[in-house]
């Protein structure tokens, strides 16, 4: 069935480090691949996505990479600051549903 | 003004007992969602609805029934509450497949 594998589970760096964070999918047929952000007892939310007929995606501090070949995905993070802390999920979408699966999410801590 | 607002926050509740989870979404989308979130952070979906039509029923068990009186309100209703269904409890909504979801709130749900 339709699997998403996140890793790591958790990450910690210092501040101004970069950060990355894999993703793999099953499905073939998925085309749209988000990240969330979800800090302490809040909402996940949207930080950027990618769709499968771009391979990178860039938005400041931030960027999205997909291999479609190997269904990989990954976030990458550069000058990381104590606000980046929080959980990280990937997800990935195909069909004409819209259903979103999820990887386990990432537990990112930026030391000061 | 919140785009996905549920109600309510929390929920505190004894075994056996029935209770509804309210969720609205002012951003005019077509597509609704819930996902259990656990204790592990794991965000699975539960069901979907497409203007008021049930698309994603996942292998939940029947104590749990949506219900979407229209295309702008997906509400949960539980049955015989049992202790595994302690969680938070998010509804969504995005424009439909290959978009990205807003998030409500979520409501954290405790059996005792």
């Known amino acids: 069935g339709e699997n998403v594998e996140q890793h790591p589970s958790t990450l910690s760096v210092q501040e101004g480090d970069s950060a990355v964070i894999k993703c793999t999918y099953s499905?073939?047929?998925?085309?749209?691949f988000p990240w969330y952000k979800q800090e302490l007892g809040k909402r996940p939310q949207l930080i950027i996505d990618?769709?499968?007929?771009?391979g990178e995606k860039k938005d400041q501090r931030i960027a999205v990479t997909l291999n479609k070949t190997a269904k990989h995905f990954s976030l990458h993070i550069t000058e990381t600051q104590p606000e980046d802390s929080a959980v990280y999920f990937c997800?990935?979408?195909?069909?004409?549903?819209?259903?979103?699966?999820f990887g386990q999410g990432t537990t990112l801590q930026v030391k000061p | 003004d919140t785009a996905v607002s549920q109600t309510p926050k929390y929920l505190v509740t004894q075994m056996g007992n029935d209770k509804s989870i309210k969720c609205e979404q002012n951003l005019g989308h077509d597509t609704m969602y819930w996902y259990k979130q656990d204790s592990k952070k794991f965000l699975k979906i539960m069901f979907s609805y497409n203007n008021k039509e049930l698309i994603i029923n996942e292998t939940v068990p029947n104590r749990f029934s949506p219900k979407s009186p229209d295309k702008a309100h997906l509400n949960l209703h539980i049955n015989s509450l049992e202790l595994g269904d302690s969680a938070v409890y998010f509804c969504a909504s995005s424009l439909g497949q290959g978009e990205g979801y807003t998030f409500g709130s979520g409501t954290r749900l405790t059996v005792v």
């Open positions: 990618i769709r499968s007929n771009v």
């Open positions: 499905d073939s047929a998925s085309n749209y």
């Open positions: 997800a990935a979408s195909g069909g004409n549903t819209g259903k979103l699966i």
